[in-house]
């Protein structure tokens, strides 16, 4: 048997474990597993995870994002750049962006630290000045609003932009809802353009975004090295925003690039390359974030906990801070239709329960609860026939999923004055059966089926009806989601989760048509 040499078991070694030291935890504590991942194995993109644009242009004379300029081989995303011809025809690139959106709506809550192990790859390539030439971009963004601009951030540009503006060197904006020019001197956008910028975009090295409701950083091998002026401005955004990778060759029509300092058909371009993308939800940045948001002190409350009233994110007219006996305080004065939102840490995926400590000297009423824009249901409050005599009401169990969250009371009734808060207490329930409150639209055991189980990994979701949207998310007993699937427009789905260990795991199902948790057995 042949011996290894000390440089050869070294060299082994360290391939072996370079994939657990490409990632360190988020700025912080208890940040826990990623809630998003992708290293890129196998020979093909992830299909269940990313959509590719393959289209004739995006509107602008950017060029055309092509399919097959996307690929993926080694544990590597490349993206490449290629210049055919002149003219908007011959430019070719490619875009990648997420079929998991993070924001109201999407499958998880927007804020979170967001992390891509990236390269503009120019091994071979023979001219130093590469701006101008092509547009490689690790951003979040969503298009196709009607008449809005979505927030958009870019962790990592390399443009034109970045010669006259950066001296060469990779730039990471902020662009404000709608482009709006609130920044100073009626700029529309925070940008970082650091003209001696140490950082490197030509070799690997991990850029990352902290996005909190009152901080925007950005990360340079976990390293902060630069905020944003308008954070508040990002926490107000309601449009869920997608992890995209795209690149492709400049033109000359666009302002940034005059004809001397765009690409030839002559020119061999550089690819943009992705070896890993993580995204952590449900952490504390510490110093690196958090904080205050919308006039109350917006304390982030981790549950299971108890938020107290006048703990709130923002409150609507009609709800006031009022002191109550034994020197606390309360959310009184509540007109019909007024609201409050507050802030919520969930460390782990599952069913909660919340406590409502209430008081009624007027008619009661309703509260409509939403997290992060869902619509959870409605409680009843009664009257107390006393405004200081506080009493418990119970929701039913809730799915809640993990991350930081915004939870938006509405208050509804008859009279001057409906009731008045103290608090909220959330239990974890995860041991039973989610029963949601309010309005769902709760399929019974019939309408769903769930078959094999137990199986020996392999299971078959027959939802007996055309669904549009439905997250299925798959957690292990201590709350871990070990897998996550986003199902689009269909009637059956079959989940391959052989690769786990035997025992006992929990299926949600979340979308418009179906709120839904069961437990799947591997034998």
Same mark, same amino acid.
């Given at each position: 048997?042949?011996?290894?040499?000390?440089?050869?078991?070294?060299?082994?070694l360290?391939?072996?474990?370079?994939?657990?030291?490409?990632?360190?935890q988020?700025?912080?504590?208890?940040?826990?597993?990623?809630?998003?991942?992708?290293?890129?194995?196998?020979?093909?993109?992830?299909?269940? !995870?990313?959509?590719?644009?393959?289209?004739?242009?995006?509107?602008?004379?950017?060029?055309?994002?092509?399919?097959?300029?996307?690929?993926?081989?080694?544990?590597?995303?490349t993206?490449?750049?290629?210049?055919?011809?002149?003219?908007?025809?011959g430019?070719?690139?490619?875009?990648?962006?997420?079929?998991?959106?993070?924001?109201?709506?999407?499958?998880?809550?927007?804020y979170?630290?967001?992390?891509?192990?990236?390269?503009?790859?120019?091994q071979?390539?023979?001219?130093?000045?590469i701006?101008?030439?092509?547009?490689?971009?690790?951003?979040l963004?969503?298009?196709?609003?009607?008449?809005? #601009?979505?927030?958009?951030?870019?962790?990592?540009? @390399?443009?034109?932009? *970045?010669?006259?503006?950066?001296?060469?060197?990779?730039?990471?904006?902020?662009?404000?809802?709608?482009?709006?020019?609130?920044?100073?001197?009626?700029?529309?956008?925070?940008?970082i353009?650091?003209?001696?910028?140490?950082?490197?975009?030509?070799?690997?090295?991990?850029?990352?975004?902290?996005?909190?409701?009152?901080?925007?950083?950005?990360?340079?091998?976990?390293?902060p090295?630069?905020?944003?002026?308008?954070?508040?401005?990002?926490?107000?955004?309601?449009?869920?925003?997608?992890?995209?990778?795209?690149?492709?060759?400049?033109?000359?029509?666009?302002?940034?690039?005059?004809?001397?300092?765009?690409?030839?058909?002559?020119?061999?371009?550089?690819?943009?390359?992705?070896?890993?993308?993580?995204?952590?939800?449900?952490?504390?940045?510490?110093?690196?974030?958090?904080?205050?948001?919308?006039?109350?002190?917006?304390?982030?409350?981790?549950?299971?906990?108890?938020?107290?009233?006048?703990n709130?994110?923002?409150?609507?007219?009609?709800?006031?801070?009022?002191?109550?006996?034994?020197?606390?305080?309360?959310?009184?004065?509540?007109?019909?239709?007024?609201?409050?939102?507050? @802030?919520?840490?969930?460390?782990?995926?599952?069913?909660?329960?919340?406590?409502?400590?209430?008081?009624?000297?007027?008619?009661?009423?309703?509260?409509?609860?939403?997290?992060?824009?869902?619509?959870?249901?409605?409680?009843?409050?009664?009257? *107390?026939?006393?405004?200081?005599?506080?009493?418990?009401?119970?929701?039913?169990?809730?799915?809640?999923?993990?991350?930081?969250?915004?939870?938006?009371?509405?208050?509804?009734?008859?009279?001057?004055?409906?009731?008045? #808060?103290?608090?909220?207490?959330?239990?974890?329930?995860?041991?039973?059966?989610?029963?949601?409150?309010?309005?769902?639209?709760?399929?019974?055991?019939?309408?769903?089926?769930? @078959?094999?189980?137990?199986?020996?990994?392999?299971?078959?979701?027959?939802?007996?009806? !055309?669904?549009?949207?439905?997250?299925?998310?798959?957690?292990?007993?201590?709350?871990?989601?070990?897998?996550?699937?986003?199902?689009?427009?269909?009637?059956?789905?079959?989940i391959?989760?052989?690769?786990?260990?035997?025992?006992?795991?929990?299926l949600?199902?979340?979308?418009?048509?179906?709120?839904?948790?069961?437990?799947?057995?591997i034998?």
């Amino acid at each position: 048997m042949k011996q290894l040499n000390t440089k050869t078991l070294i060299g082994i070694l360290f391939f072996l474990i370079s994939p657990l030291l490409t990632f360190a935890q988020p700025p912080g504590s208890g940040w826990g597993n990623p809630v998003f991942q992708d290293d890129f194995n196998g020979n093909s993109l992830n299909s269940s !995870k990313w959509r590719v644009k393959n289209n004739g242009g995006n509107g602008t004379g950017e060029g055309q994002f092509k399919a097959n300029m996307v690929s993926v081989a080694n544990g590597i995303l490349t993206i490449k750049n290629d210049l055919v011809s002149e003219g908007t025809a011959g430019r070719r690139g490619g875009w990648v962006d997420s079929k998991i959106k993070f924001g109201n709506g999407g499958a998880f809550p927007k804020y979170g630290y967001f992390e891509a192990d990236i390269r503009i790859n120019r091994q071979g390539i023979n001219f130093n000045w590469i701006g101008g030439k092509i547009w490689p971009t690790w951003w979040l963004w969503e298009g196709g609003q009607s008449n809005y #601009i979505p927030t958009e951030f870019d962790i990592m540009e @390399y443009s034109r932009w *970045t010669n006259f503006k950066a001296n060469g060197n990779a730039t990471s904006s902020h662009h404000y809802r709608n482009k709006a020019a609130i920044g100073p001197g009626g700029a529309k956008k925070f940008a970082i353009t650091d003209k001696n910028s140490p950082r490197d975009e030509f070799n690997w090295h991990r850029w990352g975004l902290l996005w909190t409701p009152t901080k925007i950083t950005w990360y340079y091998d976990g390293v902060p090295f630069g905020s944003s002026d308008r954070p508040a401005d990002a926490a107000q955004e309601t449009v869920p925003l997608k992890l995209i990778f795209s690149s492709s060759p400049h033109v000359v029509t666009h302002p940034d690039t005059p004809p001397r300092f765009a690409p030839k058909v002559s020119d061999i371009l550089p690819s943009f390359q992705v070896r890993s993308v993580r995204v952590w939800q449900g952490g504390n940045p510490g110093s690196s974030g958090g904080g205050n948001n919308g006039g109350g002190n917006g304390t982030i409350v981790k549950i299971p906990g108890t938020l107290e009233g006048e703990n709130y994110k923002t409150l609507s007219t009609g709800v006031r801070v009022v002191n109550i006996p034994n020197n606390k305080k309360a959310l009184g004065y509540i007109k019909n239709n007024s609201w409050s939102e507050h @802030y919520i840490d969930v460390p782990a995926p599952g069913t909660y329960a919340i406590d409502v400590y209430a008081s009624s000297g007027g008619s009661g009423g309703t509260i409509d609860f939403t997290i992060n824009g869902n619509a959870l249901g409605k409680l009843d409050v009664p009257k *107390t026939n006393n405004w200081n005599d506080y009493k418990k009401v119970s929701t039913g169990n809730i799915f809640i999923n993990a991350g930081i969250k915004t939870v938006r009371l509405v208050y509804k009734g008859a009279g001057p004055y409906l009731f008045n #808060i103290d608090g909220f207490v959330f239990r974890n329930t995860s041991s039973s059966r989610s029963a949601f409150i309010g309005p769902l639209k709760e399929p019974t055991v019939n309408q769903i089926e769930i @078959y094999p189980n137990p199986s020996k990994g392999n299971f078959n979701i027959d939802f007996n009806q !055309k669904i549009s949207n439905v997250t299925a998310i798959l957690t292990d007993v201590s709350g871990r989601i070990v897998y996550r699937e986003v199902l689009e427009n269909t009637t059956s789905q079959s989940i391959n989760i052989q690769e786990l260990p035997r025992g006992m795991y929990i299926l949600n199902l979340q979308g418009k048509e179906i709120n839904l948790q069961d437990k799947l057995v591997i034998e």
